[in-house]
């Protein structure tokens, strides 16, 4: 690939960038060696072949690029530049973050949502680079220098289409995740392919087999998501004994309700063997001075919480109507892919890796909150210490133990660290405001956090032991 001057439609001037052979062959290769969760060696798209060289179908290609050319219009320059957000898998992500908000996915189904598409994605640009290394059709922007082009990257070969690649897996995904919107999915999947066409990036050809490819692995996390196990109806009740999780307020208010997710524990996970895999050991004695010391903390702390605790409290709440925790970091990775300008094959790849890990990391503690049934905060400080007291934040109605927020962010911030040394650090630190901000809040102890931490980067741990190998990192 190669970084080119390029003509805007504005008339300006983008700088000249250029990689070297080496480089590109190096990108080249890191696709084909990323790891995969849905595909193996063994899989193979059909796919129509492009156009013969010199054909009458080729020329035919050529000319269609020059004309769209010739009548490009403003909103058509700007659909390009809005499908190369944050590489191709910006605007997609985003689509699937707005939807989980808009529909109140619950976190733990949005972790999962997440990891499909990524998956997908993921998959499909492996796939899509094995069949690029095969075919090697030259891009129009590389042989057809009159062909104004409306980006400073042009890809090397662009059969198949690397947008449409991700908007085949993405949109097919999405549309069986969100099936109101499935139309338009496929719509703005059209649209995303087209716009490399009217960018002169990508003949129809390329175009084409791009979205069939996408959505032809999309069809493989369809798959795996119908028998991953989350339509598993819960068929057990809430045990009783000291310490153990009540139905908390207000969502006890008007009667009751089961607690969300119970079974979310047993769910097929990614990256590790079972949700059981990092089980943590049990809970502070509910009995103890030590558990009757974490719930005076929590007491104290919320009735004297400083301007910046409460900030901290809202900035992590990411409640109904959000893009939840999960959807949170995922904003927080592609402000970093942006800041890198990292191109889209290794963005799949950061971008998998960080959802099948956050969807894990979901799952294990699940596994705990329903394994031990931990008594909430909100409980306890109005049995024990003040039947008026309310937390900052509102209780989730599930088990305590461990903080599925404290989980969730120490798995993410592994993951991206791994990618982004640079960042490392403060990374780090926000998954543990994260943490915290469950104490702040009033839903969640130390322990509940502290742990919650641990078992997260152990999720992590699992997860880059399959991404290991991938030797690119930003910094």
């Known amino acids: 690939m190669s970084r080119i ?15 070297n052979p ?41 000319d269609e690029l020059f004309a769209l050319e010739k009548n490009r219009t403003d909103d058509q320059y700007w659909r390009v530049v809005y499908w190369d957000r944050g590489s191709a898998v910006g605007p997609w992500t985003e689509l699937e973050l707005n939807a ?82 499935a139309r338009r999915y496929d719509d703005l ?26 959505r032809q692995v999309g069809a493989l996390a369809i798959e795996r998501a119908q028998t991953d196990g989350s339509d598993a109806v819960w068929q057990g009740s809430i045990p009783t004994g000291p310490g153990v999780w009540t139905p908390t307020p207000p969502s006890a208010i008007d009667g009751f309700a089961p607690p969300v997710e119970p079974m979310a524990g047993t769910w097929r996970p990614w990256n590790m063997s079972t949700g059981a895999q990092f089980r943590p050991g049990p809970p502070t004695d509910p009995t103890s001075p030590e558990a009757a010391a974490e719930m005076r903390e929590i007491y104290d702390v919320g009735r004297s919480l400083t301007v910046e605790q409460k900030e901290i409290a809202k900035f992590w709440a990411d409640g109904s109507g959000t893009a939840t ?11 970093l892919i942006k800041k890198y300008m990292v191109y ?19 799952i294990a503690a699940w596994d705990a909150k329903y ?16 039947p008026s007291w309310t937390p900052y934040v509102q209780t989730p109605y599930f088990p305590a133990y461990v903080s599925g927020h404290a989980t969730v962010s120490g798995a993410a911030a592994e993951v991206l660290a791994q990618f982004f040394p ?54």
Not at 325 to 334: D, K, L, Q, S, V
């Open 5 to 19: 001057i390029g003509r805007f439609a504005g008339g300006a001037l983008c700088a000249a960038l250029l990689i």
């Open 22 to 62: 080496a480089a590109a062959s190096a990108a080249r290769n890191q696709a084909v060696e990323a790891p995969t969760y849905l595909v193996d060696t063994a899989f193979r798209p059909q796919l129509a072949a492009p156009p013969a060289a010199d054909s009458a179908a080729a020329q035919g290609e050529v």
């Open 100 to 181: 989980i908000a808009m529909n109140n996915v619950n976190p733990v189904r949005a972790s999962r949502a997440l990891a499909l598409v990524s998956a997908a994605v993921n998959d499909a640009i492996v796939v899509s680079a094995r069949v690029r290394d095969q075919t090697r059709r030259a891009s129009p922007c590389e042989t057809q220098p009159a062909l104004t082009v409306l980006d400073y990257w042009c890809p090397e070969f662009s059969y198949p289409s690397e947008h449409a690649v991700v908007a085949g897996a993405a949109s097919t995904v999405l549309g069986y995740l969100f099936p109101m919107d």
């Open 189 to 214: 999947a059209q649209e995303a392919g087209t716009s490399r066409m009217w960018g002169g990036m990508a003949y129809r050809s390329d175009v084409d087999a791009g979205l069939a490819l996408g």
């Open 325 to 335: 925790p999960p959807g949170h970091w995922n904003r927080i990775a592609m402000d």
């Open 344 to 362: 889209t094959n290794e963005a799949a790849v950061i971008m998998g890796a960080l959802n099948t890990a956050q969807a894990d990391a979901f």
């Open 371 to 386: 394994t031990y049934w931990a008594i909430r905060p909100i409980t306890v400080i109005r049995r024990d210490i003040d």
């Open 422 to 475: 640079k960042d490392a650090e403060w990374l780090r630190s926000f998954a543990e405001s994260a943490a915290m901000s469950r104490l702040y809040g009033g839903i969640h102890t130390r322990t509940d956090n502290n742990i919650g931490l641990q078992v997260g980067r152990q999720v992590a741990g699992a997860t880059l032991q399959r991404v290991g190998h991938v030797s690119f990192a930003y910094d």
